[in-house]
């Protein structure tokens, strides 16, 4: 199977974002090819380079989001006007000037965002969905005529663009846009769909693969959405992160007419993307309750947990023994989200009831702002908790202590989490947490506050407290420290939950069988060609393309089983028929 | 609620406020203590709830691109390098005189590069190779030579090579030149005062046509402006060097190149390097004119050519090409300059 990974600003580049997973996906899917379709998202990105790509991967073709060729095509009057028409019709969609709300309201009421079914001037009136339309459109310009980055730069995207939010009905927001809000929505808009007028949907290109995965939502399905429209190719999204939250949250203090115009457009962009992949997976619940939000069917959402690799932890895992009962153990990036302080608050809490505990918080800050606030900890933690040593003539020690990975104390992160018996996880906000997997592989039970997917991850296996909450964290801690017998027991089942849920395996695993039930349930019928490049007749046979139900009962098995009217026609082929074949 | 009044007031939709409630750390377990099923409906809520009837603070102008000493004496150092030039062909004599022109020119040249890279008056894509350097040459040594050519020409010579003064066979004129040199000082300064006007009207108006309307009457005060100041150099050069100052070719020529490099540095290449070409092609037809007029039969050729220059003088053929494709330019740039998408903010480069 030919399968086309969509990046943007991913795999294959160094610094790419989720590299590693489809690193692994693509070699652990040696069997089939794989043609790399990669968007890159800055001039440092590509002068980075590549990591090593396995021998599967057929080719990669790249294209740059930072910047674009103006092809220097000046379009005609007719391409003009049919430009005119797409684009008015998108940022009508946008403004909202369609009398319909965004994509995002609607499925409370109408299922799918594209359920706004308000008929349409012109050749539209048939198709449901405008923004699909006008999208589909501007990309079919650009292949026919090209000149779609000139086009969208033009007084006439502006000028269009204006027309749509003074129209009535448009947004409170996209109303009060100014000239300058409007030349920056223009801007953005060329950005962003620059994927329209790049080469790859071809029959050589994406138009040869037999199915396209797109590694993220936003810009990267944007060319899966296309060789699906141009070519039927089936497509599959895949999220670790929403796309959409991402926008929202990295969008600066624009005034708010862009950020209306632009969460209008990565919002509808994010709804057609789910609504015509054939699979959507996400990384975990949270991220699939976004999609479901933004206007996923239920039952394409496939939920498939990112994978770890799980061999550094395995010795560890194996000898729960060599932990220290009296360390708690506490690895991540050190950041103000992690609400260490409400930890070192909770230890001396537990201090006061199991005065032989030690803390270890190992992990090294991200950034200035982690710097900063790790020292803010430093000093909080000599404040909270005096040197103290054994006895009169031994020399003093902190109970709480900070380190970092690669020392000769800690040579990796496996030894991190083996040195305590508990680990915890006081974080404020969390995504997936890594580190509560990494302690699962180890064995280790685990207290964590309840944010993000932590509970998803943990299941049953650990205790939870709700954040920022620095007596229950201590209480669940100093319970698990009483009871060697508990701990043991949790740390062996998120070992088991670990093993089962979070392997690498299990990922590209579930990655395969998705391939494997896409291509089946939407397979293309390409036209096979002869070397003289003529279609071949009867290439394909022809049963290939009779719609059965595979699974409906056929005659045979009815003959020996099937009662009533099911039988009748077997059964009376034993009596004389009147044009029988006798 | 309060807590998050900020994140409401300015959100678009209930998403953006769900989002940034996750961002604070806050699940649908938080949201069902205030009886909601998941964060979206407790967004939802807050998004119906807060006021949003405040109006919008008027945006801050954006920062105005900052007058930079660099380019601000390097469009100086054409006109100084010309000033030498011209005072060194002055006080010398034969070879040598051939040589300090030759040192000049080429001074000059690479001085006008120099000042034309970076600056207002550069082009906002220096990938794509700029097309009319050749033809701004030639407009600028029509100007230096051209007029004692054609003199010279309808006379029935030019009987020996230009000597590099005003008073030989074939006349220089070097007041146009010299004026033209100081004058890339003032159409920088006033290139650069119209690009911070129009980031500030384009912050400042509501509409399209609010902002043409803004506009175009800052166009014409820039080009004014620099037409004056372009006279006053030319009134000063010609008082200096004491020779004629010939007002009407000089503006014309001057107003053409300033015209061409603001739509060139906005983007618009196309139509003035067309109106260039025309411009260049005009008088080296009026040139070629003159001289296929002495083949036999053809005397009729130079008949529209002579009446000009024995009515007018030979000022008047350059004058009149630049003059009609200035105007045609400050027609085409009162379109395409007053249009807000001439004066986006340039992407950043990444």
Known sequence: ?582 | MHRHQELCERAVDPLEIAAGLEAHGITDRTAARFRHRDVFSLAEEMYARVSRDGDAPTPEAPAAPRARTDWALLTLLPGTLCTAAVAAVHLTHGRSRLFAAAAGTLAVALAFRAALHRGPLSRPDRTVPGRSTTRTSWLVAYALLGNGLLDGAIAGGPDSLPTGTADGPWPLTTTPVLALALACAPAAWTAHLFTARARRKLAASRGLEDFAAAVRPLLFGTFVLFLGALAALLTLCAAVLDEPAAYAETLTLGALLFLARLLTTHGFAYAPAVVLTATATLQAAALAAVFTSRLPGCGFLATPVETLVTTWGAGSVPALACGTAALALLVHATRKLTRASAHAPPEPSR
Request: with cysteine; net charge neutral; proline share 8%.
């Open chain 1, 1 to 582: 199977m030919r399968i086309g990974l969509l990046t943007e600003g991913g795999y294959p580049y160094v610094s790419g974002d989720a590299r590693l997973w489809c690193d692994r996906l693509v070699r652990g899917l040696g069997q089939h090819e794989f043609d790399v379709h990669a968007l890159s998202r800055s001039r440092h990105q590509e002068d980075e380079g590549w990591i090593p790509l396995p021998p599967n991967v057929r080719r990669v073709r790249t294209a740059p989001m930072w910047t674009a060729e103006d092809d220097e095509v000046v379009l005609g009057r007719r391409a003009r006007r049919r430009f005119t028409e797409c684009f008015g019709e998108l940022a009508a969609v946008l403004s909202g000037a369609s009398g319909g709300a965004p994509a995002v309201f609607q499925r409370s009421s109408a299922g799918t965002p594209g359920a706004a079914k308000r008929p349409s001037e012109g050749a539209s009136t048939h198709e449901a969905d405008r923004f699909a339309n006008a999208l589909y459109g501007l990309a079919e310009l650009a292949r026919e005529a090209g000149g779609l980055v000139g086009a969208l730069r033009s007084e006439t995207a502006v000028r269009t663009l204006e027309r749509a939010c003074r129209a009535p009905g448009a947004h409170r927001a996209a109303r009060e846009a100014r000239v300058s809000d409007l030349l920056a929505v223009a801007a953005h808009l060329e950005r962003a769909l620059r994927p329209l007028s790049l080469d790859w949907y071809e029959d050589d290109g994406l138009g040869a693969v037999d199915l396209c995965h797109a590694a993220s939502g936003g810009p990267a399905a944007l060319p899966g959405l296309l060789a699906r429209h141009f070519t039927g190719v089936p497509l599959l999204v895949s999220e670790y992160g929403v796309r959409l939250r991402t926008h929202y949250l990295t969008a600066p203090d624009a005034p708010p007419a862009v950020r209306s115009l632009l969460a209008a457009f990565h919002g509808r962009l994010a709804a057609e993307a789910y609504s015509r992949a054939e699979v959507v997976t996400s990384g975990n619940t949270h991220a699939r309750r976004w999609q479901e939000r933004c206007g996923a069917d239920r039952e394409k959402l496939r939920t498939v947990y990112p994978g770890m690799d799980a061999r550094p932890f395995a010795e560890v895992g194996e000898s729960p023994e060599c932990a220290d009962p009296d360390t708690l153990v506490w690895v991540g990036r050190v950041e103000p989200a992690k609400d260490l302080v409400s930890l070192l608050h909770a230890f001396a809490e537990i201090r006061k009831r199991q005065p032989k505990t030690r803390l270890r918080i190992v992990g090294a800050p991200a950034g200035s702002e982690g710097t900063a606030y790790l020292g803010h900890c430093r000093t909080l933690a000599a404040q909270l908790f005096p040197d103290e040593a054994d006895g009169p003539h031994a020399t003093g020690d902190n109970p709480v202590s900070f380190e970092e990975i690669g020392g000769p104390e800690l040579p990796s992160l496996a030894d991190a989490y083996a040195s305590g018996a508990v680990t915890v996880l006081s974080s404020v906000v969390e995504g997936f947490p890594i580190s509560l997997v990494e302690a699962m592989l180890c064995g280790r039970v685990t207290v964590s506050t309840d944010v993000g997917a932590v509970v998803e991850v943990i299941g049953g296996t650990g205790l939870v407290v709700p954040p920022r909450n620095p007596r229950a964290l201590a209480e669940a801690c100093v319970a698990l420290l009483r009871d060697p017998a508990r701990r043991a027991r949790l740390g062996a089942a998120a070992r088991a939950r670990a093993l089962e849920l979070f392997t690498v395996e299990q990922n590209i695993e579930a990655f395969h069988s998705i391939y494997l039930e896409i291509v089946s349930r939407a397979p293309i019928r390409r036209v096979v060609l002869d070397e003289a490049g003529a279609p071949l007749p009867f290439a394909v046979p022809a049963e290939a393309h009779v719609p059965i139900r595979w699974a409906a009962p056929s005659p045979s098995l009815v003959v020996r089983g099937g009662p009533g009217w099911a039988t009748a026609r077997p059964v009376r082929a034993t009596t004389p028929a009147p044009e029988g074949a006798r």
